[in-house]
């Protein structure tokens, strides 16, 4: 098992001393090679392998970010950085087959099922962010053709929780008609007149919610964009 680092090297290390950082690094070469290849399942060389290169630089930021007093292992927190920040280069690859979260394969006692765990998290939380961005991205285009930006939607969001059920509910009314939606989505205009009639709301309501409505309704009609629901303050379910 790997000496214990004293806490006076990494406090000196973290502190911007270059040549304790560099000994520190030197000394340990064998210890990131060595849980690299682990985690990725095969044997790496210095000079051929681009995951020790992700590791050396992830080795540079467990110093820059480890507590000195904080009473946890270095090296477990070095291994953790280490396998998350391998993680994040295997997904922007498309590598995730080299990549091994089977306990059984983690057989060093280093390498302890609180980390795997951590990193097991750290992964779905990415490729959540990852995913969300995504859906994020393509709402904005979509409501650009409408001429709504989100700027446009934080501005005109009702403030009152009466207000804002009352157009929840128009947008529920308009996204569940499909004669509605498609003159919505031909014209890029809300259909003030039958909306009105639909839902009992008065146009004057209906036109200075007209952006927020729109918002809403894309949401509500589109599955690709059901993510969005909380980002927008929709109930799970309308209406309650």
């Known amino acids: 098992?790997?000496?214990?680092?004293?806490?006076?090297?990494?406090?000196?290390?973290?502190?911007g001393d270059a040549l304790v950082r560099e000994e520190l690094i030197r000394s340990h070469k064998a210890f990131i090679?060595?849980?690299t290849s682990k985690?990725?399942?095969?044997?790496?060389?210095?000079?051929?392998?681009?995951?020790?290169?992700?590791?050396?630089?992830?080795?540079?930021?467990?110093i820059d970010n480890f507590?000195?007093?904080?009473?946890?292992?270095?090296?477990?927190?070095?291994q953790m950085v280490i396998r998350r920040r391998l993680v994040d280069y295997f997904r922007k690859e498309g590598k995730h087959q080299h990549l091994s979260l089977?306990?059984?394969?983690?057989?060093d006692e280093e390498l302890s099922r609180y980390d795997l765990d951590t990193t097991k998290e750290q992964y779905q939380e990415n490729e959540n962010q990852d995913?969300?961005?995504?859906?994020?991205?393509?709402y904005v285009r979509v409501l650009w053709y409408y001429k709504v930006t989100l700027?446009?939607?934080?501005?005109?969001?009702?403030?009152?929780?009466?207000?804002?059920?009352?157009?929840?509910?128009?947008?529920l009314a308009l996204s569940n008609n499909p004669g509605l939606m498609a003159y919505l989505k031909t014209h890029r205009l809300l259909p003030i007149k039958e909306l009105e009639a639909l839902t009992g709301v008065k146009r004057k309501a209906l036109e200075k919610g007209r952006k927020y409505l729109i918002?809403?309704?894309?949401?509500?009609?589109?599955?690709?964009?059901?993510?969005l629901k909380t980002f927008m303050q929709i109930p799970i379910e309308p209406g309650k």
């Open 39 to 62: 985690i990725c399942c095969r044997y790496l060389t210095w000079d051929n392998d681009d995951e020790l290169s992700i590791a050396l630089l992830a080795f540079n930021e467990a």
């Open 1 to 15: 098992m790997q000496e214990q680092v004293s806490r006076e090297t990494l406090i000196s290390a973290k502190s």
């Open 102 to 107: 089977s306990p059984m394969n983690l057989e």
């Open 215 to 227: 918002a809403l309704a894309l949401i509500l009609s589109e599955p690709a964009f059901y993510p």
């Open 67 to 78: 507590d000195p007093h904080g009473g946890a292992s270095f090296h477990s927190f070095v």
């Open 151 to 171: 700027d446009d939607l934080l501005k005109v969001s009702p403030k009152q929780r009466d207000s804002k059920q009352t157009l929840l509910q128009a947008a």
């Open 33 to 35: 090679a060595r849980v």
């Open 131 to 138: 995913a969300f961005a995504e859906v994020v991205e393509n």
